[in-house]
């Protein structure tokens, strides 16, 4: 007979249905006409996501630790290995803006767009509200899919710009191969339930889709247009009464 797939085997097979079209539109952003607005859009909207990486694997190890089920106590060891992985990311991001020739005060001090703080949000929900374990979704859409070792190149190239201002596109590109792994090696080996692997395709399906939105976010933003404002603003509006 037929072993069942595994956990992790599942989740990907759910990112099978849905990552096609994220990674194609992300390869599309990168042929953009306009490269270096199109590189410092994206460095923004990307600081907003990781600047708030550490603060998550604390919550979700917080929580963790007050649970008392053997899937959060699974999630212990794992989440202070990968919060001492994760620190200092935002800084090197940061870092990569200023050699972009970005404003690194204003990257520190504006808000991120309403569409990171939906994605990140959604998380702290989850992990507070639900269970801890919903962050690995968010990890495996992040982690699971690294970035080519020949996009830094290809974008400095593209670019002009210095290979400083690409350090963490070049560091995650070989980071996140052995990221993905541990995290498939932690689903296998948690003891989750139908309702756990569901929290965790909905935490995938959710940061996918905002990932979506905001490379059109990006696209907009740096070739002046303001739809993106737009549909902010629009989709914030209550529904019309009949």
């Not at 972009?100 to 989850?126: K, M, S």
């Not at 690995?136 to 690294?146: D, K, N, Q, R, T």
Request: net charge neutral; proline share 7%; no cysteine.
């Amino acid at each position: 007979m037929t072993a069942a797939p595994s956990p992790s085997l599942r989740l990907r097979a759910k990112l099978d249905l849905v990552m096609p079209g994220l990674l194609g539109k992300t390869r599309s952003m990168w042929r953009h006409p306009a490269p270096r607005e199109i590189y410092l859009e994206w460095i923004k909207i990307l600081h907003g996501m990781v600047r708030a990486t550490v603060p998550l694997i604390l919550t979700a190890l917080q929580v963790s630790l007050r649970r008392d089920d053997e899937t959060a106590r699974g999630l212990i060891e794992y989440l202070a290995h990968h919060l001492r992985e994760e620190y200092g990311h935002d800084r090197i991001l940061a870092d990569d803006y200023t050699w972009a020739h970005g404003d690194r005060d204003a990257l520190l001090t504006d808000p991120p767009a309403p569409t990171v703080a939906g994605v990140v949000g959604a998380q702290y929900y989850w992990i507070q509200h639900v269970h801890p374990a919903a962050l690995l979704g968010h990890i495996a859409v992040l982690e699971g899919y690294p970035p080519s070792a020949d996009l830094a190149p290809f974008l400095a190239r593209r670019t002009g710009l210095a290979p400083e201002a690409f350090r963490t596109l070049a560091g995650h590109a070989h980071l996140d191969v052995a990221h993905r792994e541990e995290l498939w090696r932690l689903m296998d080996d948690l003891p989750l339930t139908p309702a756990g692997e569901a929290l965790i395709g909905l935490s995938a399906f959710n940061t996918v889709h905002g990932l979506t939105r905001l490379i059109d976010e990006v696209l907009a933003r740096a070739t002046g247009r303001k739809e993106w404002q737009w549909r902010v603003l629009s989709s914030s509006k209550p529904p019309v009464s009949t």
